[in-house]
């Protein structure tokens, strides 16, 4: 099985940047899915973007896309979102997943999940 911990939220200013980390732990990191998804106040958790196994392959929600770049790392066990150009609409709770079958695109499709970091973008 595989261990989740998120770090690296926080507040930033609209139009600033923030860069979010997950650390798994196991032996069979590389094999998941990874990706990241976020729960705001009153909100069901929704997508936000995922990569696969080699990492050669990312694909994100609508609403992020040319702001928010996923990457990982095997070596260090380690899945990246790094956040861009950010909005009020961003603030939330960020939850790094792990999907051993499918793409880690759906909220049903998760294995695992880490305990959420939260960022917050003031107006």
């Known amino acids: 099985q595989v261990q989740l911990v998120e770090s690296g939220g926080g507040l930033v200013q609209t139009g600033g940047s923030l860069r979010v980390s997950c650390a798994g732990s196991?032996?069979?990191?590389?094999?998941?899915?990874m990706g990241w998804f976020r729960q705001a106040p009153g909100k069901e958790r929704e997508f936000v973007a995922a990569?696969?196994?080699?990492?050669?392959?990312?694909t994100y929600t609508n609403s992020v896309k040319g702001r928010f770049t996923i990457s990982r790392d095997n070596a260090k066990n380690t899945v990246y979102l790094q956040m861009n150009s950010l909005k009020p609409e961003d603030t939330a709770v960020y939850y790094c997943?792990?999907?051993?079958?499918?793409?880690?695109?759906?909220?049903?499709?998760?294995?695992?999940w880490g305990q959420g970091t939260q960022v917050t973008v003031s107006s």
């Open positions: 990569i696969s196994r080699t990492g050669d392959w990312t």
């Open positions: 196991g032996r069979t990191f590389s094999t998941y899915y």
């Open positions: 997943a792990a999907d051993r079958i499918g793409t880690c695109t759906v909220v049903t499709g998760v294995d695992f």
